[in-house]
Every structure is written in C-alpha cells, then in structure tokens.
C-alpha cells in the first residue's frame, strides 16, 4: 500500500490524485489537504466567474476526489495545523500543489498606495475569496490602469467594464457584483513594456472585448508593427494580433461610454498620489533587435485611482521547505525537493502554461512515483486523524464541502450558479451543518 498526501486542491492536486489512482489501482491511500474549506483552488478563486465553461473542469475533480481512496481534508493549514515532517513521518510521499497565490511584487516608487492592488488580490475580491472579501478596491474615479499584458490583465479590465447585467449570471461575489454596478469608471487602461507581438493574451480573451455592452477596446494604430511582420509570428498570436489591428481600424463605439485602451510601449516608473493612487508615471519604450524593452527617455503620467498589478505570481513558502525566493517557488529539481518531498504545477515550475499543463505535470511525477517502491513510514491517513484529533483539528471532509456548495446554490441570484459563502465562519459553519439543517 502507498500513502500519499497532497498539500492543496487545485488542478495540480487533483491531476496527481487522479494519476496515482490510475498507476497504483487499489494500493494507494491519497489524503489532499487544504487550507480552506473549499476545494478546486483557481477554479473556484481564480477563474473569472464569466467563465463559467471553464470551470466545469471541477466535475471532473469531484470524481476524484469521491473516490474512497481519497480524502479531501479542508481548513487544514500545513505550518498551522500539521507540519510537513510530520507528514513525511505518515507517508510515503508528501507532493507540494500549492500552486502561486502570492502576486508579484510591482516593484517601483509609490507601489503601497493606497489603490495600488495586485491581481491575486483584486482577482480574488471579485471571486469571493476569503483573504481578500474585505479588500473594496476604489472604484469611485473614473480612470483605471492594469499593468501586464496577460490574460489575468484582460480578465480584470472586462470584469471592471461589464455592466450588472453582464455579470448576473455568473458566480462573481456579491459584494464585488455590488460595487462594480456603482462603479464611475470611464477610462481602463491595459498597459504593456513591449508591443502586440509580444502580448501573452489569447485569442478569445481578447475578442470578448469587442462584444461588451457599455464598452469598447481602443488600439491605436501607430504601436502596431507593419502588417507584413505579422507573417513571423506563431499562429494564435497572429490571430491575436489580428483582432488588435480590427480594434484599431474600427475606432471605438462613440455610444459605448467605456474605453478599454491598450497602451503598448509604457513602462511603469513610479505610482504618484499623496496617500492614495492618483496616477502612473511611465516611461516610453521600444523593442530592441533583442526583444526586449528599451527606453526612449520619453516619460508621461496618466491619470488613475486604481492601480492593478497584473504581472506574475509566487508560490507561498511553506515553513521547513527550501524555497527558491529568485523564482518564486519551491526549490526542486524536476519536481524532488528532498527525499519523499515533491512539487508540482505552479509551485513546481512557476505560474506559467494553462490548467490543462499542471495534468502533465501530475502525471509525470506520478511515474517516478511508481518506478520506486514505497517507503513504508508511517500509518498514513489514520496516523493523520490521529494527530489531527489531537491538536484539536477538524477537518471540513468533501461532504462538508458538498454542504457549502449545496447553501450557496440555494441562495444564488435569479441565474446565477450561487452566491458565495466569502467568511470563514460562514463556510465552516455550512460546512459542519447537521443533516437536514
């Protein structure tokens, strides 16, 4: 028999359960442990709740983790509740799927005004995380910039511009849905060191644009490259840039009072304000024979009481585990940390491919799982609630879970698929409600 426990619950912990399930059959135990009460990670917190195709995916990890060689242990914090050596001395092996919620630090003068947010946080406001349901983002002025050519800057930049009713039928938090219907933003600026070429947004990202309600995307024709240089780009960016060089030709929709403006070649320099974000400087830039971003000395300050920080993301250290603070992950090689120690997904590679890449991941490790026998340590998920009882732990179990899901459906908006349950006590009171409550 192979023990197994998984610190986290996204799509990285759920593509390794489902691999050691396929690889070991009937021989393994797999305990998945979760901070929160709540499973699934980015689906449920990171997602835009418009996308709601997206997170269907989950039906697939409620498979998993309905399988009896599973357990999902949620509001269980691994350097609170238990540590990893002591899941080292239950299990066979301990694999890191924490993924990166952390974001990035922006780096420049004037980045701890107040306004200046990044998007894990401002991402997770609107999605009804509980860290950050007290966050309330400024949206009372009229301009907005979001600095990062991602989709993560896209996703918040339609979010901001989308009308309530655009909104209704998804699973966005109530608050958020709230504050964004009384929101007096005009002016939403999606800003970039480098130019459409080197833009990491994807195709249907940014053709949703241009089907808003009250808002329209702005490309201004001079930062798009001579079309004849489009020939040299990948496929799906060449049809990114496409829809970029429709944007710029047709204008923007003088009946839509929204602007979504994409400001390539700018360079953020410092956040000025006293007290509270009142605009960026940023300097103007070109891309050098290197592909890099240069200044051009030229430097301008645009207006803003939202600042969103969409540059990157870092995984959470974990204490007792080398963490590599350059990189924004663990320190591992291929995956091993330490004997019996592994990582995967974003906490193994950085936040980088698509949620369908962390299932490569999880099953490669799985393979060198299984080239080795067990380590035999421990009495696994047993050893677990032994321990777990005894410093006064309960666990919300995957029932739990169902019974949160099962309270917010039933208080959802006309439409929508819920309303979240965004505090704490709240979810864990859903979560321990007795049958029929």
Known sequence: MRTLAIIGSGPAAFYTAEAALKAFGDDVRIDMLERL?????????????DHQSIKAVSRRYEQVATDPRVRF?????VGRDVEVADLLQLFDDVVLAT??????????????????VGSAAFVGWYNGHPDWADLDPPLDGPDAIIIGNGNVAIDCARVLAKTTAELAASDIAGHALGALGRAGLRTIRILGRRGPHQASFTLKEVGELGELLRATPVVKPEDLPPEAADAGLESGQRRVVQVLRRFASEGPDAAKPVRIV?????????????????????????VGADGRAEDTGETETLACSLLISAIGYRTAGVPGVPFDAAT???ANVDGRIADRLWCVGWARRGPTGTIG??????????????????AGHGDGPKGLDRLLASRGVVPVDFAGWQRIDAAEAAQARPGAPREKLVRLAALRAAAHAPAGA
């Open 37 to 49: 009460p709540t499973p699934y990670g980015l689906i449920r917190a990171g997602v835009a709740p």
């Open 73 to 77: 242990l949620g509001d269980v914090e």
């Open 99 to 116: 993924g990166a919620p952390q974001d990035r630090p922006l780096g420049i003068p004037g980045d701890t005004l107040e306004g200046v």
């Open 262 to 286: 994409f400001d390539f070649f700018r360079r953020p320099v410092r956040a000025v304000g006293e007290g509270r974000v009142a605009g960026l400087e940023v300097m103007r830039t070109r």
């Open 328 to 330: 924004g992950r663990f």
């Open 357 to 374: 890449t962390n299932r490569h991941d999880g099953f490669a490790l799985v393979e060198r799982l299984a080239a080795t026998p067990p």
